[in-house]
């Protein structure tokens, strides 16, 4: 194939920022050669960033189990036997302790996920106040607690929240074989009232979940022609939870998912594309690649909502080797 897809590009102006990109272009991107896309991504991330940081953010569960909803790859819902056992909301003062921890082992953002289809307006109350506490503490804050409405959107940016993460996971087409219990119109409305209440935006999605390449496409494309950017991209590997209708899963090339780190990359230049659940049983040469592909952040810390995560002296290591120091 000739490597004029998408018009070659002057790799030292990558042009502007674009709302538009279609999904023909996006899949010429996946096509390309391998070594001609990571270059194009590197190229593009040199630009908007210093390629030698990584962000550093760490996520504890402030409510775990028990969720109602039927996402495939959670071990979280309710449907499935996985051996998650539902809890309470956490105590402020737990909640605090983590994120002290967290700040010392040099996280800038602390994120906190409850399993939730939605808050309800006084557990809300409570996260609010988990999100003015941690502010304290001088790190960003994130949550990820299911849909909102417009006016719970707007008390968590009163409350300071700075990012808040949902995910489009998949493609629109691929989306009802993950989730029935809503659809993929609910997810854009609620990350309309995040971006309309003033709120940083952290949205991606996962691959591995037996999509096709097609559906990749469309997940970036998805993505890349939201109003805004998301400032946050997570792409996430697809944990093969036993207990959950996606255990048995066959694993995806880490290939094409390097392919669909430096495709975002491309698509979103201004945006922090992290590596986020799946790195547990990821190389350190695909881990080194994702980040040679323009992945800059990183969940840090032993767990991962409720699934393992490699552990911080493992990813001090691999930074340093790297080369990599953490974004202030
Ligand atoms: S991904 Fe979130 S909404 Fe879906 S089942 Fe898990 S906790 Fe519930």
């Known amino acids: ?31 390309l050669p391998f070594p001609e896309l990571i270059f194009r991504a590197q190229s593009v991330h040199r630009h908007y960033f210093d390629p030698t940081e990584v962000q550093i953010s760490t996520l504890l569960s402030i409510k775990t189990g028990g969720c109602p909803e039927d996402c495939a790859y959670c071990p979280q819902s309710a449907r499935y036997h996985t051996g998650v056992e539902a809890e309470k909301l956490m105590a402020l003062d737990a ?35 988990m999100v003015e506490a941690v502010k304290t503490l ?75 390449r097609s559906d990749r496409v469309g997940m970036i494309a998805a993505l890349a022609s939201l109003p805004a950017h998301p400032e946050s991209v997570p792409i996430n590997m697809l944990i093969r939870v036993a207990g959950t209708p996606l255990a048995d899963q066959p694993p995806l090339d880490p290939l094409e998912f390097v392919r669909t780190v430096a495709v975002a990359r491309i698509t979103m230049p201004q945006s922090v594309v992290r590596l986020s659940a799946g790195r547990e049983d990821m190389s350190e040469e695909t881990q080194a690649l994702c980040f040679l592909a323009g992945a800059n952040s990183i969940f840090y810390g032993p767990k991962l909502l409720t699934t393992a995560n490699p552990e911080r002296d493992r990813d001090r290591a691999l930074m340093e080797k790297l080369g990599l120091s953490p974004m202030q």
């Not at 983590?98 to 289809?117: P, Q, T």
Request: charged residues 20%; aromatic residues 6%; contains cysteine.
């Open 95 to 129: 909640v605090l302790a983590e994120a002290r921890a967290a700040k010392s082992a040099g996280a800038s953002r602390f994120c906190m996920g409850a399993a939730w289809r939605s808050p309800k307006d006084r557990d809300l109350a409570q996260v609010c106040a």
């Open 138 to 212: 001088g790190l960003e804050t994130c949550a990820t607690l299911g849909m909102l409405t417009a006016a719970q959107a707007r008390k968590l940016k009163g409350a300071g929240l700075d990012y808040y993460n949902h995910n489009l996971d998949t493609s629109p087409e691929f989306y009802g074989e993950i989730i029935t219990t809503r659809v993929y119109q609910d997810r854009l409305e609620t990350l309309a009232h995040v971006r309309d209440a003033g709120i940083h935006v952290c949205c991606g999605g996962i691959v591995g979940m037996g999509e096709s």
């Open 1 to 31: 194939m000739s490597l004029a897809t998408n018009a070659t590009p002057d790799v030292n102006r990558p042009g502007p920022v674009r709302h538009d990109w279609t999904r023909a272009e996006i899949g010429a991107l996946f096509d």
